[in-house]
Antibody, heavy 122, light 108 residues
Framework: QVQLVESGGGLVKPGGSLRLSCAAS????????MSWIRQAPGKGLEWVSY????????LYADSVKGRFTISRDNAKNSLLLQMNSLRSDDTAFYYC???????????????WGQGTLVTVSS | EIVMTQSPATLSVSPGERVTLSCRTS??????LAWYQQRPGQTPRLLIY???TRAAGFPARFSGSGSGTEFTLTISSLQSEDFAIYYC??????????FGQGTKVEIK
């Protein structure tokens, strides 16, 4: 069965850095486009970043552009998010999510991880 | 950026009632619209995609309709497990993929 398991969240001071990971299993990871989506506690959903199946194409929300870097290691079935220059408004649960069909971009997200909490506070 | 507007923000209903949730987009998204269900303390689950196709695992009491800029999620007879927050999301025009602010369906 498809599983996405995030890790790497925690408490970090403003201006600090954190690296999130998402371990994928139960499907051919290298075939699927992946995204990070976040949710501030008690708030709605915000798409953060996308990476193509081969890692060559990436996209970012304006709110994180220039500070976050998405990447993937298909050999290790792993999705990564390097977060630098963190701010208090980056505090959120971060979910990795999969597009529901391989090699297709205009698709919804069918599997989500359980999320990892990032708290940015002094 | 396509702006998603959901209404109402909160819906107080009794079990067994019919529920209709609305989602409007600032420009056409064709039928590239999804609905997600998020129960308290849980991860969002894909409920409807393509505006009207029910995802695996969801019963027939859930239905979606609409195209262009106006969409509706209907729950024909609300069950206790349906009390949750429902989000719409467009995947027609990106970046960014955008979500509505959510409609909370709570017990009356």
């Amino acid at each position: 069965q498809v599983q996405l398991v995030e890790s790497g969240g925690g408490l970090v001071k403003p201006g600090g850095s954190l690296r999130l990971s998402c371990a994928a299993s139960g499907f051919i990871f290298s075939d699927y486009y992946m995204s990070w989506i976040r949710q501030a506690p008690g708030k709605g959903l915000e798409w953060v970043s996308y990476v193509s199946s081969n890692g060559q194409s990436v996209l970012y929300a304006d709110s994180v552009k220039g500070r976050f870097t998405i990447s993937r290691d298909n050999a290790k079935n792993s999705l990564l998010l390097q977060m630098n220059s963190l701010r208090s408004d980056d505090t959120a649960f971060y979910y990795c999510a999969r597009a529901d069909r391989p090699q297709q971009l205009l698709r919804p997200f069918d599997y989500w991880g359980q999320g990892t909490l990032v708290t940015v506070s002094s | 950026e396509i702006v998603m507007t959901q209404s109402p923000a909160t819906l107080s209903v009794s079990p067994g009632e019919r529920v209709t949730l609305s989602c409007r987009t600032s420009q056409s998204v064709n039928s590239n619209l999804a609905w997600y269900q998020q129960r308290p303390g849980q991860t969002p689950r894909l409920l409807i995609y393509g505006a009207s196709t029910r995802a695996a695992g969801f019963p027939a009491r859930f239905s979606g309709s609409g195209s262009g800029t106006e969409f509706t999620l209907t729950i024909s007879s609300l069950q206790s497990e349906d009390f949750a927050i429902y989000y719409c999301q467009q995947y027609n025009t990106w970046p960014p993929w955008t979500f509505g602010q959510g409609t909370k369906v709570e017990i009356k």
